[in-house]
């Protein structure tokens, strides 16, 4: 009996699940097209990470805010790294923890940690909804960013008069080189791809970015309409359609690997 994804090649621009992601398209019978297109690597100067670590542990934040599960383990290895990690967590432990998903909500439970709050949809509109009912006037507040992050949830928070410290702990590298990129926007656009994974929106960006750089913008449009694109939740999916990108799987909940790949199974059955 043939399997749901026998004979379909999807692209995978994931890095760092890479491996992961794969394994459940091929166990389902697709021919895995690998193509990463960042790598997510420590600060070259850990010295800002460590200031803020050293400030939440001098005087635990009113709130903490996490973006990211990378951005949590990234802290936790620096405090670590400088033989802070049981200050750091104890300190983290006696600030209300807020979250923009669940997969800061896994990397904090690796901590035997739970935030206080949670936002109902993953994404910055999301973070700024659920803070809303809260005082945050003279509060201090950390917030783990990530590279590029969109301006609108500082934005926020300084408006409500909150004290804002904010840290980037970590930063996005190419990975893939731009050949494989660009060879990979030429198949997309020949019809030999059936579908493209994309797990985070840099992804998106470095992908936009090569085909503008090699003159390729003209080939993305006829590879997006041969292609089906998943995303793997809100924020890359509102990242691909403000380009103007047709997103065609996109769980609604649960914005796991596993949970992705079922999805993509169920849009080719």
């Given at each position: 009996m043939p399997q749901p994804l026998?004979?379909?090649?999807?692209?995978l621009a994931e890095s760092r699940q890479l491996s992961e992601l794969a394994a459940l398209l091929e166990s389902e019978g697709a021919t895995a097209l690998r193509c990463p297109m960042l790598s997510i690597l420590d600060l070259p100067?850990?010295?800002?990470?460590l200031a803020w670590i050293n400030e939440l542990i001098a005087k635990p934040f009113d709130y903490t805010i996490f973006l990211t599960g990378e951005g949590?383990?990234?802290l936790t290895g620096v405090a670590e790294g400088g033989g802070l990690k049981v200050d750091f967590v104890a300190a983290l432990g006696r600030s209300r923890m807020v979250t923009r998903g669940p997969k800061p909500v896994r990397a904090l439970r690796e901590l035997a940690l739970a935030p206080t709050l949670v936002a109902s949809t993953p994404t910055t509109t999301g973070l700024i909804d659920c803070l809303k009912p809260h005082e945050l006037q003279g509060q201090r507040v950390g917030v783990q960013n990530y590279p590029g992050?969109?301006?609108a949830l500082d934005e926020f928070l300084r408006s409500q008069?909150?004290?804002l410290r904010a840290i980037?702990?970590?930063?996005?590298a190419p990975d893939a080189d731009a050949d494989r990129v660009a060879e990979l926007i030429r198949a997309m656009s020949d019809g030999r791809v059936d579908a493209i994974v994309f797990t985070s929106s840099p992804q998106v960006d470095r992908l936009f970015e090569v085909a503008r750089d090699r003159g390729l913008e003209a080939q993305l449009a006829p590879g997006w309409e041969r292609t089906r694109v998943a995303s793997i939740g809100p924020v890359v999916g509102e990242n691909l359609r403000r380009r103007g990108v047709r997103?065609?799987?996109?769980?609604?909940?649960?914005?796991?690997?596993k949970n992705l790949v079922q999805h993509i199974r169920r849009a080719f059955v």
């Open positions: 026998e004979g379909r090649t999807i692209a100067d850990p010295a800002a990470a949590v383990r990234r992050a969109p301006p008069g909150a004290q980037v702990p970590y930063i996005y997103v065609d799987i996109v769980p609604d909940q649960g914005f796991v690997m």
